[in-house]
C-alpha cells in the first residue's frame, strides 16, 4: 500500500513543530526556513534537520561546513517567511551576529545551536543532516514559534 503524499502531510501535520532558520557564513550569508529540526544525540551532542532534495542553499551550507540553527521566536513569523522565499536578499533587514563558526546568529532567537557538518544521508526527496554542536544558547524568557496544520499558532 502507498500513502499518498497529501494523506501523509495532512495526518503529520498534526504534529506540532518549531520553525528554525539554518544560516552559514559563505562569501556572503545564506539561510532558510526549515521545520525538521530535533535534537539527536547527547553523547556526542548531535541535531538533525531535513533540507528539500530541490534546496538551492543547503549545497551552499555543506560547503561552508559549519552553520546555525536558529529556533525562532514567537513573534518571528516574518523571519521564517523571508528565508522560505527564493530568489531574494534573505538577510535584508535582518539583524545578526556572527556564531562560534562564523555562521549567523539572528538577533531575539529563542535559542541558537552552532554546528559543523558531522554526517548526512539520502532521506527519499530530502537530506537527513546531521550536525555537530559546537556551541549553543537560549533565552528562556521568550515563547517558540509554533507550526501546526499548515499554519502558525497565534502567540
Known amino acids: 500500500m502507498t500513502v499518498p503524499g497529501h494523506v501523509m502531510r ?10 528554525v532558520v539554518v544560516t552559514a557564513a559563505t562569501p556572503e550569508p545564506v539561510g ?9 544525540s547527547l553523547d556526542p551532542p548531535l541535531v538533525t534537520f531535513a533540507p ?7 549545497p551552499r551550507i555543506r ?3 559549519g552553520f546555525c540553527v536558529n ?5 518571528q513569523r516574518h523571519l521564517s517567511d523571508q528565508f522560505a522565499r527564493s530568489g531574494t536578499d534573505k538577510f535584508a533587514g535582518v539583524g545578526w551576529s556572527p ?8 538577533d531575539g532567537v529563542l535559542a541558537w545551536v552552532d ?3 558531522w554526517a548526512e544521508y539520502d532521506g527519499g526527496d530530502h537530506t537527513i543532516v546531521i550536525g555537530e554542536v559546537r556551541a549553543l544558547a537560549s533565552d528562556p524568557r521568550r515563547d517558540p514559534l509554533l507550526f501546526h496544520r499548515g499554519a502558525y499558532l497565534a502567540s
Not at 495532512?10 to 520553525?19: K, N, T
Not at 532558510?32 to 539527536?40: R, V
Request: net charge neutral; glycine share 18%; charged share 10%.
Open 10 to 19: 495532512d495526518v503529520l501535520g498534526s504534529f506540532c513543530s518549531g520553525v
Open 32 to 40: 532558510f526556513t526549515c521545520q525538521s529540526f530535533a535534537s539527536l
Open 52 to 58: 528539500g532534495r530541490g534546496s538551492r542553499t543547503w
Open 63 to 65: 560547503q561552508a561546513g
Open 71 to 75: 529556533i525562532l521566536a514567537a513573534g
Open 99 to 106: 556564531g562560534e563558526s562564523g555562521s549567523p546568529v539572528l
Open 115 to 117: 554546528c559543523t557538518l
